[in-house]
């Protein structure tokens, strides 16, 4: 099994019903990782070229850059801006637009501070 890692980040604010604090609006740096995998290499010896990967996530990071999360029609009704399902929706949004079926998301943590961040594995 092989794992490519690619690391970006993105800055924006949300509101969550989860504690006093977090009901206020508030911002964060965010950190995401994304972790592809799969059973075999192409014939120039990769699993997927980082380049692909990075330009499918910086697509997905223009989304939500500098936005106000909770406003967009990706956290609808029953699926707010957690870390958590931000890194569910980084890894749907992924996979749908990796074109190559020996490649899967295994995982995506979405980092809202250097010391808490949320995993989200397909």
């Given at each position: 099994m092989y794992e490519l890692k690619v690391l970006t980040h993105f800055a924006a604010a949300h509101q969550l019903e989860v504690a006093r604090k977090c009901e206020n609006l508030h911002g964060h740096n965010?950190?995401?990782?994304?972790?592809?995998?799969g059973d075999h290499l192409d014939d120039a010896g990769v699993l997927i070229d980082f380049g692909i990967i990075?330009?499918?996530v910086r697509g997905i990071m223009k989304e939500l850059d500098h936005k106000f999360l909770n406003e967009l029609e990706q956290f609808g009704d029953g699926y707010p801006p957690s870390s958590e399902n931000i890194?569910?929706?980084?890894?749907?949004?992924?996979?749908?637009?990796?074109?190559?079926?020996?490649?899967r998301v295994c995982s995506v943590t979405a980092w809202e501070s250097d010391d808490a961040c949320a995993t989200y594995r397909p």
């Open positions: 965010w950190k995401v990782e994304v972790c592809v995998e990075k330009r499918h890194a569910h929706y980084v890894a749907v949004r992924l996979q749908r637009a990796i074109q190559d079926a020996h490649v």
